[in-house]
Structures are given as C-alpha cells and as structure tokens.
C-alpha cells in the first residue's frame, strides 16, 4: 500500500470540518435536523472526499516536480547532440533550438524564440522550410528531406528529419527535425562516379582486349570486347583464371613469364593462341606489366588478335606464287619490304600508286622509297620520316599517314599500316606495308584540325615555355619560354632558334630528330639544353606537334618542360642507390669478419700473456696481433662505409674536438704542408659519435694531404679547416634531396692539390676505389666518411677542378642542447672477480675464448647462445647473476630484448653489450648504449675485463 502523505490528512481534515457545514445547511428544512446523519454523513462524506483530493493533489505536484527536472535533463542531452535540433508550433513560429542549431546559423535560442522561417531566412528557403512544415502536419507522420541551405561557409546539404507532436486528442501542436550534414559525402560520391565512368570508358575504348589478373591468376577486369570476342559471359569470365586461356603445351613458358611480371616487375609480351567459347584457337599478341595498389601486385595487359598476320606469314612460308595471288586480291595497294628496305613482294594495286612498278620487283631490285618517291636515299635523307626502322625495333604494327604523289601527278593522302613478319627466332626478317587512300577523309577533317592546332598553339599561362616556329624561326612564343631563355618577346620572334641552343651541333640535331620525329607520329619528344642569355644551361624536355600534320612545313608548335633539377634528383638517386648496394655488401662481410677477428686477436692475446720474456715466439705472435689490429681497422671503414657502425653519440661542440686534434693533424699531414684552422665562434652543438667525427676529420684531411702531395716541388701546400652554421632553405633541399631544410653546422676541408675530374667525383666515395698507386691506398677513406656522414642524416659534397685542388663539405644538423660532454677513455688496470657472469653469444668459437678468459680471471660463466636460452638459464639459476655479458645481434631473440626481459628476473642487473654491426631493425634511440655498457667488436680481452670490472664496482 502507498503511504498517506500530509497532504492527503491536510485535505481529510478539511473536508470533515467544512462539508458538514455545508451539509447542515442543506438539510435545514428536511423535517431531520434532529437526526444523527445530519452531522455525521456529511462529515465522513467530507474526509474521504478531502482524502482522495489530498492524493490527487499530491501526485500533481509530483509530476510537476519530475517534469522540470527532466526537461533540464532533457535539454542538457539535445545541447551535446551533434546535429541541429529544432521545434516549431502550429504557426511554424520557432519554440527551441540546440547548441548545434546556433552555430551552423549564429543564431542564438532568445533572437529565434517566437520568429517563423520568413524573418530569419530568404524568401525562397522559408517557403521550402514552411511547405515541408505542411506535409509533416498535413501526414501527421515523421518525413525525411534533403535541402540545400546557403551559409556563411558555403551551400551544404542536409538530410533533414522532421516529426510532428500530437497531443492526446491526435492534433498536431509543433513540428521538430534534427539535421545531417552530408555535402561532403554528397560530393565523394561525385567524384567517385566520375571517376568510375571515366575508368569504364577507357577500358570500353581500349581496342583489343583488355584484362587485369590478380596475385592468385584470376581475371578481375576486362573489357567489353573480351566478352563479345570471346564468347564468355560475365560470370564465365570472373571464374577464368590465366592459364584456362591456353593449351597445356603453353602453360609452362605462359606461367613462367606470368610470375616475372608479377614477382620483377619486367613487362613482357609475345604471341599465344587463346581458347575461345567454341573452341577456336585465336592467336594474340600479348602485353602485358605489372601495377601494385596498396601492396598487392597485378599483372595488366591488352592483346590483338594477329590471326590475319599468322596466316598471312604462313601463306608466305608455304608458297611465294599462292602469297601473290593472296595480295593480288587486295583492292589496296600492298608490298612486303625487306629490313634494308628491298621491296621482295608488291601486288596488282600498287602500281596505282607507284610510277616505276612493272609487276615484278624482285626483277628490278628496287627500294621502296624509289618506287614512292623516284628517290635513291632513303626517305630519311629527303626530308620524309620513315618508320620502318621503328617497326623492326619495337616489334609492333604501326600505323601512319604519308602524302604520296600517283603516277597521274595527284598527290594523295595513305594510311599506311606496317606491320612486322618474324622468323623463328622471333626477330623481325620483313616488313608488310599496306595503303588506303584516305584523301577525301583528310581533306574533311583538315580545317578543323588547323584550328584546333591555333587554338592550342599558344597558352601564355601555361607553366611551361610554348611557342610556335615556321622553317625553325620563332613566329610565337609565350612569358614562361621567354623566361626560361632570359630573352624578352621581342628579341625571340622572327630569330633563328638557333640563338636558344648552346651549340650548332645540338641546334642541328634537335632539329633533324624533331622532323623523324614528326614525320613518324605527328609529334615527339626529345631530351636536350638550351643556354640562358646570362650563359646559364638549362635541361629541357621538349615535344612537338604540327599545326598541319600533312605538312610539317606549315609551322611547328613546341613545348619546353624545364627539368634541370629533375636531372640533378636522377643523378643523385642513381649514386645512392649503387652506394646503398655496395654498403650492404660491405656490411655483412665486415660483421662476419668482425667475429672471425674477435677470435683471432683474442687467442692472440692469450698466447702473448702465457709465452716468457725470451719466447722466440714473440716477435711472430706480435705481428699477428698488428695484422689482426689493421684488419680490425679495415671492418670498422667498411662498417663507417655501410652505416652498420655502433654508435654512441652525445652532445658535441665540434670548434672544440677539432682544436683538441690540431696537434695530432700537423703531425699527420708533415711540416712541409701549411694547416689553417678557421672557427666560428657562435657555432651551435651537434649530436654525434665524438669518434666518427674524429674518422670524419682525419680522412678528410688525410685525403687533402695525398691530393697536395701529387703537386709538382715547389708549389704552395695549404690546408684549411672551417668551420660555420648555415641555414639550408627549401629551395636548397629541394634540389638537394639528401638534406631537409633547417639549420647545420658547415665543416669545410679545402686543399690546393691536384683535384679531381668529373667521372673522377663520381667514384670518391665508393670503397676502394682510388688513384692512387699499388700499395698507398685502400680506397676505403672517402667511403668511410660518406658512410658516416648518411648514418647520422648529414650530407657531404664535394667541388673540385683539376690543378686548382679540392673542398669536401659536411652538413650536419645541430641540435637544441648546449654543451659539450666530454668523454674519458681512460680503462681501468684489468681484474677479475669471483662475480657470476651469464655470457649470450651466438659465434660457438667468440663464445668459447671470453668465456675461458672471464673463467681465467675468476669468474662463474654461464654460456648461452642466443637471447632465448639465456633467458631459460637464468630462470633456473638457483644463485645470483651479478652481470650480463651479451651480444646485440643475435637469432631467436637479440640482446636488447634479452636485457628487457631478464630485469624481470634481476632488476638491477648491469648489463655489457658486445657488438661492431647494428641493422634497420635496431632502435636508433637505445638509451643503455653508452660507453660504460658497450663495447665494440672486434674487443680486446683486457678492455672487456676492466669494462666488466667497472661495471661489477658501481653496482
């Protein structure tokens, strides 16, 4: 039961007192006035109804009291929805809006309180807005609308949903709706249409078939003429895979050159009969690359059918007399011509055109171009392009237009197609050349064609230089050529293109590539340079198309792409990337050789410390030990060279390590050589290897010396070091790729020695490569440097002009922390201990002989062979492990890892890390690689005891 309230007894007790007055009242006069009911009927009367009245009441207020806190509750949820909301009465006045509503239209809830559509927005969309009101209220139910509605940033689109609010007798009293901004979904879907039609026209248009296969060999795409070619359906053609096209005899070769286009990427074409719906076997010539699309490989081709080919060359096999008969019977001119252009077949029709055929060309022995032009030079040499040689070259059939005067006198207009006739071995031993005249057609399209050619031929807002020339004289020519040349409009039109180019010899051969070029397509392109009128030379692409493609002679319309530092980019991805090969090579055999030398040096060592004073040995053990320390020298240039090198770099003051090596490079480079250091003072900090820059410096100037000393007696020897910050802009980065833009500190080493050539410079930084004598050089200094100088994203250039000597150029980033830390390579006397040391190495012999010396020197050793076996050695060690001895590089599981995981074990652990070779796997940031806690290979014992010894200390 609910529980009364107060107010339920409040309004009970008022009904007792008051209805009985009432009542009273109402029975004056009855003849009861004396009864018991008078009084006590009315008043029960009175209570229950004063009761009832008090529940009633209080339920009301109740409500009332949940309806304001919900419709705060309610109206906090609209605000932080993240469409527009808003409600209208009948009037279509407005009665609420959200947060959302007031910023698309700046708007606030007070300005559109009690405002319709008319005073807030233009005619034409209040209307809109009021006729959708009307169909909501008229259908009574929610309707959904898509509107376009000007705002302050643009027209948006909106899904409108709005939904009318009935009261309890089914009247509609206001109107809501929430919006959905979908413009930009709208104009995606645009643009993806667009771009789905534009896709499928050009497959549709692609003449032969088109196809596209996947990594598995399954057809994916394909043309419409796949379909009616073939005679498979949609479905039938989706279920195709590559080799269902071909008999079993073919799949292997069909296969095998699949896979090279989808694994190599190397394009392919040939010629295979295909298998149709009915069972016909239909030769195609087949083409066929590969395309990647966010990293899955296709192979995309086209094919022609070659069935009229194939059988044309077999008739021809078959039989020379049933071949003429064949061509005889072609209404249009035909002739098959030899690769040195010997006309060896003609039929009937081409005397038509030819005023020196008598039937029989073998019997005359003529040239083609004698029998089309009365000519004895090749067509080539008359001004006429020829594109028999482009036939044999390419393999394909081509097919152009060439003007051609009749034995009447009419000059007439052919199509000529030629196509190729191979023999066994696949190579191009003839060539068919068939004519249409196509006169009447040209002549119908040649107005339209001039105009359109002058409507295209100057474009003076175009980015690139574009111009018009008549017999190889400038008529037109647009800003950005002139721009390109330095010359003004002016000083270009009516001149010979000649003033543009650096040279007759490249002026002549432009012009003579450009008319084969245009005789045989209509247009080309051609790579050449042109001089600046300040004598600059600039690399331009050049194309041309005529504006009358019949006669060359009536002007030519060009275009010049400036690609200078295209060029340059070429260039230099060309050199990285064959140093970035070679660095690889490098590498690998220097960390393999690495491990062999750590063993070598170390048995060395060991033998050194057991043999006595007076050992005859001695002396032989030491010069192996020099040749293991040259060879350990050797590995550490290659690993310089292939960025393989362990690095531990901090905070460097550059100034400061060169004035500390003064002293060293004056000895080094002899008395008879002047040294000049120059600093900048307010130079910024860099980060880096303190003894790479020592690498760095000694080769460069090393290499300076070598230079200066190749210079006759008596000449000038300097060497000059400097030093300076710079601030490389985007326009420098941008030609140069190997830099961002950014500030870097400048490290210049420049002699007077004897220099370099050109094809010289190419080579400097390439390992072993050197000028100088047998026995001088290893030709791994200038590598190691570059090497260097790429590990730690710096740069290095290099000018140089033989006789007047040589500046190498280092560009290397700087860093925000001040400060230089100095490094203390002072090693602690060698000592053992009584420690126990887990020792992870996966070389068995490196292994062996740190172990035996760690053992030696009193030490527990625990052996492991990689990350993983260390790490289950150590879970059943029942003592303790004071270090942990590791290599970084190591299968299963490698160093690093080995030391995250076993601070699980034991987390204050030291660590000592052993290794001369990281690789792109390895973290470039690994904050335990210092100089307390590695040490590189190939190690000498002693070092590795001290460093252990030190590290045992500091615990």
């Not at 040939?270 to 490989?297: H, M, W």
């Not at 003592?879 to 942990?884: N, S, V």
Request: with cysteine.
């Amino acid at each position: 039961m609910n529980r009364i309230t107060k107010m339920q007894i409040k309004y009970a007790l008022i009904g007792l007192l008051v209805v009985p007055v009432f009542g009273r009242l109402a029975l004056t006069g009855t003849g009861h006035e004396g009864d018991l009911y008078r009084y006590l009927i009315p008043a029960l009367v009175g209570c229950v109804a004063g009761f009832l009245i008090g529940r009633e009441r209080g339920h009301y207020l109740d409500k009332q009291r949940e309806l304001l806190e919900s419709r705060g509750f309610l109206q906090a949820i609209i605000d932080n929805i993240p469409a527009p909301i808003y409600l209208k009465d009948i009037d279509g006045n407005y009665l609420f809006i959200n947060k959302q509503y007031e910023l698309l239209t700046d708007l606030s809830c007070e300005k559109i309180s009690g405002k319709n559509d008319f005073a807030l927005f233009p005619e034409q969309i209040a209307k809109l807005f009021c006729s959708q009101d009307e169909q909501v209220r008229r259908n009574c139910a929610p309707m959904k609308f898509e509107e376009n509605i000007p705002l302050k940033s643009g027209v948006h689109t909106f899904i409108t949903h709005k939904f009318p609010l009935v009261d309890g007798n089914g009247t509609v009293y206001a109107v809501g709706g929430f919006c959905t901004d979908i413009t930009r979904r709208r104009q995606t879907e645009k643009e993806l249409a667009a771009e789905r039609d534009f896709s499928a026209a050009i497959q549709s248009s692609l003449p032969g078939i088109f196809y596209v296969y996947d990594e598995d060999r399954r057809l994916i795409r394909w043309n419409r003429n796949q379909e009616m070619l073939t005679g498979y359906t949609v479905d039938e053609l989706a279920a195709m895979r590559v080799e269902d096209w071909f008999e079993e005899s073919d799949r292997e070769i069909l296969l095998k050159n699949f896979n090279q286009v989808l694994e190599q990427g190397v394009k392919r074409h040939g010629c295979l009969p295909l298998t149709f719906k009915d069972g016909r076997k239909i030769p195609y010539n087949l083409s066929a690359c590969r395309l990647q699309v966010d990293g899955k490989s296709f192979v995309v081709g086209v094919g022609f059918d070659i069935s009229d080919i194939i059988r044309f060359q077999e008739a021809l096999e078959r039989s020379r007399d049933f071949l003429q008969t064949v061509i005889d019977a072609n209404p249009d001119p035909m002739m098959i011509v030899s690769p040195e252009h010997q006309v060896v077949l003609a039929n009937r029709s081409f005397s038509r055109i030819s005023r020196h055929y008598d039937g029989d060309p073998v019997a005359n022995s003529q040239k083609c171009h004698k029998y089309l032009y009365d000519s004895d030079h090749p067509c080539s040499e008359n001004g006429y392009s020829c594109s028999l040689p482009k036939v044999i070259e390419s393999k394909k059939v081509i097919i152009e237009n060439r003007r051609i005067t009749v034995p009447d006198g009419t000059e007439c207009t052919f199509e000529i197609m030629m196509a190729p006739i191979f023999d066994e071995a696949g190579e191009v031993v003839q060539v068919v050349k068939s004519f249409r005249n196509i006169t009447e057609r040209v002549r119908a399209e040649q107005r339209l064609k001039e105009r359109e050619a002058k409507l295209k031929s100057i474009l003076q807002t175009a980015p690139t230089g574009i111009g018009v020339v008549v017999d190889r004289v400038f008529q037109e020519v647009n800003q950005r050529f002139c721009d390109m040349v330095g010359y003004t409009e002016n000083e270009l039109l009516g001149k010979n293109s000649r003033i543009v180019y650096p040279s007759d010899e490249e002026h002549e051969r432009v012009g003579r590539e450009q008319m084969e070029l245009i005789r045989k397509h209509g247009l080309g392109n051609i790579e050449s340079c042109l001089r600046h009128k300040n004598g600059q030379i600039i690399n331009i692409l050049v194309s041309w198309s005529p504006l009358n493609e019949d006669d060359p002679s009536a002007g030519i319309v060009f275009n010049a792409l400036d690609i200078t530092a295209t060029k340059k980019l070429e260039e230099q991805l060309f050199q990285a990337q064959k140093m970035e090969s070679i660095g690889n090579l490098a590498g690998g055999v220097a960390h393999d050789f690495n491990n062999i030398l750590t063993v070598i040096n170390g048995y060395t060592q060991i033998i050194q410390m057991n043999l006595k004073g007076d050992s005859k040995l001695k002396h032989n053990i030491e010069q192996i030990q020099k040749a293991g320390n040259r060879a350990a020298n050797l590995t550490r240039q290659l690993l310089g060279f292939s960025r393989k090198q362990m690095i531990i770099p901090v905070t460097v003051n550059i100034n400061k390590l060169i004035s500390e090596m003064g002293k060293m490079l004056v000895r080094i480079i002899g008395e008879d050589i002047q040294l000049t250091i120059s600093l900048d003072e307010q130079l910024e900090s860099i980060y880096a290897d303190p003894g790479q820059l020592e690498q760095i410096l000694m080769n460069l100037v090393v290499n300076a010396r070598d230079a200066i000393n190749e210079q006759p007696e008596g000449a000038e020897k300097i060497i000059e070091i400097s030093t300076s910050q710079v601030f490389l802009d985007a326009r420098f980065a941008e030609v140069h790729r190997d830099v961002a833009p950014g500030r870097y500190v400048l490290l210049q080493v420049e002699d007077n020695g004897c220099g370099m050539t050109e094809e010289v410079k190419k080579h400097i930084f390439e390992p072993f490569y050197t000028t100088k004598g047998i026995g001088k050089g290893t030709g791994m200094g200038l590598a190691t440097v570059y090497g260097i100088v790429k590990q730690n994203n710096a740069a290095i250039y290099c000018d140089s002009v033989p006789g007047r000597g040589s500046t190498f150029t280092v560009y290397w980033p700087v860093v925000a922390v001040e400060g230089w830390e100095s490094v203390d390579e002072k090693s602690e006397q060698p000592s053992g201990g009584s420690e126990t040391i887990l020792l992870v190495e996966d070389d068995a012999q490196i292994r062996e002989i740190t172990g035996s010396q760690l053992r030696d020197a009193g030490y527990t050793v625990i052996e492991a062979e990689n990350g993983r076996d260390a790490l289950e050695q150590a879970e059943k060690h029942q003592g303790i492990i004071d270090l942990l001895f590791t290599d970084v590089i190591m299968p299963i599981m490698g160093g690093r890892e080995l030391y995250e995981k076993i601070k699980d074990i034991y987390p204050d652990i030291p660590v000592l890390f052993g290794s001369g070779y990281t690789d792109d796997n390895l973290p470039k940031d690994i904050f335990i690689f210092t100089r307390d806690h590695f040490i590189n290979k190939p190690y000498n014992l002693k070092d590795v005891l001290s460093r252990i010894r030190k590290l045992l200390n500091e615990r």
